[in-house]
């Protein structure tokens, strides 16, 4: 999250010239931040013009600014009683971008966390029936209740999953690297925290492994299938595909 809001810093040209020079020394290095601000130039660059906005809109802004603590400056804030220059809604998009998970998780509000404590692993029911198995020392997050759109999670280490059904409503697994988005499946996720590299194996099914939502040069989105196994490195920026025989024995029940 801060690196997001130094480059969006960096886009917007208000960086000092130390800064600007230390940005850019480690965008030559960081493939990773590099990307980010690639994602983020795309929300970026459009045309500058006025919009008309409505009163809801501006409401909406409002609440935004004061919520990230935007600007002390009661004239900005002034600007949304009429209109806004197309720049600046720019600069509201993508810090809708930059937050990511974050402002979906706000809005979710109260979480529960469980965690692998035993050697042999125990189910755990989410709010919407799915059922989670996780090996010892690992851990999951989730709301109390799901959000309207969505149902997200966040997991640490091992977990089977057994996802309840839902067209409408993806169910994601979100271990910081990368994300799982499935409608109803049964899959094994694997993020070590040591080595960094996530896996999932797909007992059946179909999920959606991906680490970012906007496709670039440095980015995947991969569809996996019944014995599909994905591995992801996240240092060498490398995903490996291949088909695990066996995988019909993969059920913790």
Do not use: C
């Not at 935007?70 to 720049?87: C, E, G, H, M, V």
């Not at 971008?97 to 809005?107: E, V």
Request: hydrophobic share 35%.
């Amino acid at each position: 999250m801060n690196h997001d809001k130094l480059l969006i810093r960096f886009l917007a040209d208000e960086l000092s010239p130390v800064e600007k020079r230390r940005v850019s020394a480690r965008l030559l290095t960081d493939n990773d931040l590099q990307q980010r601000l690639d994602q983020l130039r795309g929300f970026w660059d459009e045309k500058n013009e006025e919009l008309e906005i409505s009163p809801k809109q501006a409401s909406d802004w409002t609440n935004l600014t004061n919520r990230l603590n935007l600007t002390k400056d009661s004239s900005i804030i002034a600007l949304t009683q009429r209109s806004i220059p197309k720049w600046f809604i720019r600069i509201a998009a993508v810090l809708i971008i930059a937050l990511g998970t974050t402002l979906i998780w706000d809005s979710q509000r109260s979480f529960e966390t469980v965690k692998g404590r035993t050697d042999e692993p125990i189910a755990s029911r989410l709010p919407d029936g799915t059922e989670v198995y996780l090996t010892k020392g690992s851990k999951l997050t989730y709301p109390k209740t799901f959000a309207s759109d969505s149902r997200l999670v966040q997991l640490s280490g091992e977990g089977y999953f057994d996802v309840v059904g839902d067209p409408k409503y993806p169910f994601i697994v979100d271990t910081g690297q990368t994300k799982v988005s499935v409608t109803g499946t049964t899959f094994r996720i694997k993020a070590s925290g040591k080595s960094e590299e996530v896996a999932v194996l797909v007992r059946a099914g179909k999920v959606l492994f991906y680490n970012s939502e906007i496709l670039t040069e440095n980015s995947f989105k991969v569809g996996l299938g019944p014995g599909d196994v994905g591995t992801y490195y996240p240092k060498l920026n490398q995903l490996n595909k291949s088909h695990n025989k066996d995988y019909k024995h993969l059920n913790w029940n």
